[in-house]
């Protein structure tokens, strides 16, 4: 979708507008959504990051997304001037004018930040927001010392892009991620997070995400209910795994976990590695491997041309599981 397209879409006389989810967990779908309430979902944002008539908005994600379109509904709402560009992993490479917001995934800011001249750019934009996949420490780490504003955001298709934010950088980088004002926050039986936020969404959600929720009303995710492994009886949230495998080894992007059936522990826990990896760091992840739990531990390590990922940047673990079945 260009942006034209985008924009006669909004500018007709339907109620409503059409788009798809990530499909990182399962197929992609198509969905419509309000456009009032992608509008109040725009106001809250710019509202929050203090967003002005005049200011500039980077739009370099693809506009099939959620993610894409709300970056022209903020500007819509806002009267922010868009800067417009293929969507890429450098989608600073050509952008001569900074832009005041930005919202970026995390593979662009990483591919970004292998660039000097990038780098400065990044550096520049006054709000920075990234969503659409996890950040891991690694990244965190060079982020927190960015002198302007760096959010990660929580959010879905659903929601409208994010309801909650949590600073990177500065001295209210956290963990925890602080709700809108409009926004209330539950657990549900299952541990899961559950949303009610009547301006952009109809209905209460109980989302796929293991979650808790601190005194201070803020929460932080765990793991993806759909992305736990029950091996001999214990669960194994699979974004903790690779959490602590990526801190002790280094490495990050040539390695997933995943699972398989087994026929005495019902599921066993499995690592896919890409087949680029060498073995020096393969030496690193064993190595890594062998400080997890007992259960925790890869009982097989499998070698694949590519480990899967979404059209949003997201590791594909529908088609990751796929593998294993071949």
Same mark, same amino acid.
């Given at each position: ?17 059409? &788009? ?50 709300? &970056? %022209?509904?903020? +500007? ?13 992993? *450098? ?13 970026? &995934? $995390? ?11 990038? %780098? ?21 780490? %060079? ?8 959010? +990660? ?8 892009? *994010? ?98 059936? *087994?026929? &005495? ?7 896919? %590695? ?23 531990? $890869? ?28």
């Amino acid at each position: 979708m260009t942006l034209s397209d985008f924009y006669s879409e909004w500018n007709d006389d339907n109620a409503f507008i059409k &788009v798809r989810t990530s499909g990182s967990t399962g197929k992609p779908k198509e969905m419509l959504v309000e456009k009032k309430r992608m509008l109040a979902s725009a106001r809250i944002t710019c509202d929050f990051l203090g967003l002005k008539s005049g200011d500039t908005a980077l739009l370099c994600m693809p506009l099939d997304y959620i993610a894409g379109k709300m &970056v %022209v509904v903020r +500007s819509i709402e806002r009267g922010l001037r868009l800067i417009d560009v293929e969507p890429s992993s *450098h989608p600073l490479r050509d952008v001569a004018e900074i832009p005041t917001f930005a919202a970026m &995934v $995390p593979m662009q800011v990483i591919k970004s930040l292998q660039v000097p001249e990038e %780098v400065e750019k990044l550096k520049q934009i006054k709000q920075l927001i990234i969503g659409g996949g996890a950040i891991d420490s690694n990244l965190a780490e %060079v982020l927190k010392t960015f002198p302007n504003n760096v959010w +990660s955001t929580y959010g879905m298709t659903e929601t409208l892009s *994010h309801i909650a934010l949590r600073k990177l950088n500065g001295e209210e980088a956290s963990l925890w991620y602080t709700p809108f004002q409009s926004v209330k926050i539950s657990i549900s039986q299952d541990g899961t997070l559950v949303i009610d936020a009547p301006s952009v969404c109809s209905e209460e959600l109980i989302t796929n995400d293991i979650a808790e929720i601190n005194e201070r009303g803020q929460f932080r995710i765990i793991g993806r209910k759909d992305n736990t492994i029950n091996t001999g009886g214990v669960k194994v949230q699979i974004e903790e795994v690779e959490l602590l495998l990526t801190e002790e080894s280094g490495l990050k992007d040539c390695f997933r976990i995943s699972w398989r059936e *087994h026929q &005495v522990l019902g599921q066993e826990v499995v690592m896919l %590695v890409d087949t680029s990896v060498t073995e020096q760091k393969m030496a690193l992840l064993r190595n890594a491997i062998s400080t997890l739990p007992k259960y925790w531990q $890869p009982k097989d390590i499998v070698a694949v041309d590519t480990l899967p990922m979404t059209e949003t940047g997201k590791p594909d673990r529908a088609k990751t599981r796929l593998l294993l079945e071949n």
